[in-house]
């Protein structure tokens, strides 16, 4: 799979097809260590990524339950085969205003780590990108103090400016300890 981003436009099937066929050559990619397979989103006008191994799969259709007393970012609950998942703005939650309103229902990422699972929702999911990893920057200085702990590095990937989000930050508990 060419490391170059091909974004934009692509169907549901053909973004499986190749999380599949990144999925297959992951194992040879974490033995040489040399490139981060990764998600691509966007929010707003700007493109961000999560790693493919933080992420479990994408819904599009889901049937979300509000939950009162809780931050603004949190929009609700979804079942997914039995399991009940919370749902969160990305763009609020990193104070960049909110998903795309004109959507009835935005494509969801659903995230996971060793201790938790949840969503996001995003504005529109892109292609999987293999990063190299010599070419992952610090988190630009002039990203807001209030994203920059979702923020873990930039990489160029298409001519894009591609911000890379941390998954353990993203899904930390309300009210959970803040990491440096």
């Known amino acids: 799979m060419c490391p170059e981003l091909h974004l934009l436009n692509r169907s549901d099937e053909e973004v499986l097809v190749a999380r599949a066929e990144s999925l297959a050559q992951e194992s ?26 933080d992420v ?14 809780v931050p603004d970012f ?20 990193m104070h960049l205003g909110r998903v795309a309103a004109n959507r009835t229902q935005p494509p969801a990422i659903v995230l996971e780590n060793d201790e938790t699972e949840a969503a996001i929702v995003v504005d529109e999911v892109g292609d999987i990108a293999d990063i190299p990893t010599g070419s992952i920057e610090p988190p630009l200085s002039m990203v807001d ?34 990491r440096a």
Do not use: K
């Not at 040879?28 to 999560?50: A, H, K, N």
């Not at 609950?77 to 399991?83: A, K, Q, W």
């Not at 873990?152 to 959970?176: F, K, M, Y």
């Open 28 to 53: 040879v990619e974490e033995q040489v260590g040399d490139t981060v397979s990764t998600l691509l989103f966007r929010l707003g006008e700007e493109w961000y990524g999560v790693r493919l191994s």
């Open 56 to 69: 479990r799969e994408i819904h599009r259709e889901y049937r979300l339950t509000t939950v009162p007393c």
């Open 74 to 93: 949190v929009l609700g609950v979804v079942s997914i085969r039995g399991e009940i998942l919370s749902v969160s703005d990305l763009a609020r939650m």
């Open 145 to 178: 103090r209030l994203q920059a702990p979702f923020v873990s590095g930039t990489a160029e990937v298409g001519g894009r400016l591609v911000g890379l989000i941390d998954a353990g930050r993203v899904l930390e508990p309300v009210g959970g300890p803040v």
